[in-house]
């Protein structure tokens, strides 16, 4: 939380009274990510130019060291800084012996506005790795950015980052108690903690009282260092595992800047893959969640073979082009509803409940299969969260991550986070999201998986992941075809006929356009459409 709003809030005051007053002496970068800012009493006018000596006769000068890498981006005040003789640049030359007016903070952002008495601001911009420090005129025009790779920070200004936001009891109420959209200022961390004490609170007043009094625990000027998934982390309230209590909103940031650069090697990656696999749990554990109630309001549905029985036991009484027929349902003893398709006689309609049956057995072994399969994906996810938590040495933890072919947190998304996910009876079937996204699954496919399209329409590409040594189980295919068929412009044939091949007989030549591939061999399945 050292770049939230609501711990800007207090640092601002704090920097109007180091700088208000004091000016500008000079800024320069050593390394592409780094600036230092310096402001004393006085102006740079017959300082000399040797670094030592300059220091020695600045009047109660004041140090910014801005670190903005695209990791980890913050503010730290060192009570001195030696520059360097080559390898620096002079930056915000404008600013030169311009004293500061006043220092504030932007309303509901996360941005610092230093104003001098010219008219000119140097606004530090603080938005994770999207942080920069940005010049104004006195007219308000953009005329230097510290990182120019941030091109549209060329439109900002003053007043685009200050934002009105009503946050009055009534725009509570307005908004059904929606924290989130009233308080954006919040963040990951704060909305988390307000969560947790808003848990089982459903009166609005309640949640009202909550917020408040987390708002102003967040505004007492109490600033714990703690460690949250084992990586350092400034916040307003007591969470994760507090090391060291503060009330100065500078000494707290410098001493979190220190905390988190003396991260040991192991400690950061520990916390990178931690993270993920913590993350991949969530997702894990969400749809578990979600498949169980499909399973609970599959089994407490209608069966459609009860519903095709039901027909067959009153095709006599059932008239022709019917879209509904009212009867009796002998299995419940009471009447029931039936919908009919009307171009079809009673007894196709019959037919028609009949397949759904099958498919709904299929569907009610899928997602059974699917349970098993997350459940014990989960059981492997918490075994080696756990058996990494005890590891300690980089190098065991490397070999621990490579032999079980875990992905570290900046390896870029999963597979399964890339593609649409389904598993089947033990099986990953992959499906393309869109043109570009299944010309991506095609390229990444091995050579034995199995590859289904729907023939001669568009849709997604399919791709089944091969187990080494078995073959494609029948209902497996059976099911990535019928997926196939869903994701294609043939869902509502009554059947769809499906390519199925293995990948190694899936071209894709230099200038065919997204989605389309060319085939050496190929198979054909016909399927009722049927999605996940």
Not at 2 to 7: I, L
Not at 53 to 65: M, V
Not at 198 to 218: F, H, S
Not at 373 to 386: G, M, P, S, T
Request: with cysteine.
């Amino acid at each position: 939380m050292h770049q939230n709003y609501h711990f800007l809030k207090q640092l601002a005051p704090r920097l109007h009274a180091e700088l208000a007053g004091k000016c500008f002496i000079e800024a320069f970068s050593q390394q592409k990510d780094e600036l230092i800012i310096v402001f004393a009493q006085g102006t740079q006018e017959g300082l000399p130019e040797h670094e030592a000596e300059r220091e020695q006769l600045l009047e109660k000068p004041f140090f910014i060291k801005a670190t903005l890498t695209n990791s980890f981006s913050c503010l730290s005040f060192p009570e001195r800084f030696d520059r360097a003789r080559r390898n620096s640049v002079n930056l915000f030359n404008d600013f030169a012996n311009d004293k500061v007016g006043f220092v504030k903070v932007c309303k509901n952002e996360r941005a610092i506005q230093v104003h001098f008495e010219s008219g000119r601001d140097l606004i530090f911009k603080l938005f994770g790795n999207r942080s920069n420090f940005i010049a104004l005129n006195a007219e308000g025009e953009v005329t230097q950015l510290f990182n120019n790779k941030l091109s549209t920070d060329r439109s900002l200004t003053v007043a685009s980052l200050n934002r009105a936001i009503d946050q009055s009891w009534e725009a509570f109420v307005e908004s059904n108690g929606r924290v989130e959209a009233l308080f954006p200022t919040f963040g990951k961390v704060a909305n988390k903690y307000l969560s947790a004490k808003l848990a089982g609170k459903e009166d609005l007043a309640q949640r009202w009282a909550v917020v408040q009094e987390v708002l102003k625990e967040m505004e007492s000027s109490v600033f714990y260092i703690t460690r949250i998934e084992n990586i350092p982390a400034l916040t307003l309230f007591e969470t994760g595992e507090v090391v060291q209590v503060l009330h100065d909103p500078i000494e707290a940031l410098n001493a979190f800047y220190l905390t988190y650069i003396r991260l040991s090697g192991l400690d950061k990656e520990k916390a990178d893959i931690l993270r993920l696999l913590r993350k991949r749990m969530q997702q894990t554990d969400n749809y578990l969640e979600n498949t169980f109630q499909k399973l609970v309001d599959l089994e407490n549905a209608t069966k459609n073979d009860e519903l095709a029985n039901i027909i067959m036991a009153n095709l006599h009484i059932i008239p022709e082009r019917a879209e509904k027929a009212e009867l009796y349902d002998f299995y419940r003893d009471q009447p029931i509803t039936i919908k009919l398709k009307k171009d079809l006689s009673a007894q196709k309609n019959a037919e028609g409940y009949y397949r759904k049956a099958k498919n709904e057995k299929i569907e009610l072994d899928r997602l059974n299969d699917s349970l098993t399969a997350r459940e014990a994906d989960r059981k492997r996810l918490q075994e080696h969260l756990e058996h990494i938590e005890g590891i300690e040495s980089l190098r065991d933890m490397r070999a621990y991550i490579k032999t079980h072919k875990l992905e570290q947190g900046n390896a870029g998304p999963a597979v399964g986070d890339l593609f649409k996910r389904l598993d089947f009876m033990g099986y990953t079937i992959l499906i393309g999201r869109n043109a570009k996204n299944s010309d991506l699954l095609t390229k990444q496919a091995h050579k034995e998986d199995l590859w289904l399209h729907a023939k001669d329409v568009t849709g997604s590409h399919v791709v089944v992941k091969n187990q080494p040594g078995k073959k494609f189980p029948a209902p497996v295919i059976e099911r990535a075809a019928e997926i196939a068929a869903f994701y294609s412009k043939r869902k509502n044939d009554s059947l769809c006929p499906v390519i199925v091949t293995p990948k190694k007989f899936v071209r894709k030549p230099k200038g065919l356009p997204d989605g389309l591939v060319l085939l050496d061999k190929e198979d054909i399945v016909m399927v009722v459409a049927k999605g996940e």
